[in-house]
């Protein structure tokens, strides 16, 4: 199970940090994605830390903005988002796979429910 959580309004150009907790399986075993949707339109991949030591990948409309990151001890994995634009408010979503090497929606299994942010003044 999948749970995310620090979705909430922010200001332009403000800063938030969401949380995902995995429950049920152990964390360092996966890649864990994060990916949004925003209103109207196709869910999209945010961030991601992949497994085997694959590094991290970064749609380029957050690169230098947001950071992913996980702590594997606690089977939590986080995304801070700085300077936030309007065009970033949307449910976003983490989701898992097992052993993942890409950043591609369609390979994850396991979703959380999401967790809205808007951006807006």
């Known amino acids: 199970q999948l749970v995310e959580s620090g979705g909430g309004l922010v200001q332009p150009g403000g800063s938030l940090r969401l949380s995902c907790t995995a429950s049920g399986f152990t964390l360092a075993h996966y890649a864990i994605g994060w990916f949004r949707q925003a209103p109207g339109k196709e869910r999209e991949a945010v961030s991601c830390?992949?497994?085997?030591?694959?590094?991290?990948r970064y749609a380029d409309s957050v690169k230098g903005r947001f950071t992913i990151s996980r702590n594997n001890a606690k089977n939590m994995v986080y995304l801070q988002m700085n300077n936030q634009k309007p065009e970033d408010t949307a449910v976003y979503y983490c989701?898992?796979?097992?052993?993942?090497?890409?950043?591609?929606?369609?390979?994850?299994?396991?979703w959380g429910e999401g967790t809205r942010l808007p951006v807006s003044s």
């Open positions: 989701a898992a796979e097992v052993l993942g090497q890409e950043c591609h929606l369609a390979d994850y299994d396991y």
């Open positions: 830390s992949l497994s085997s030591d694959l590094g991290t």
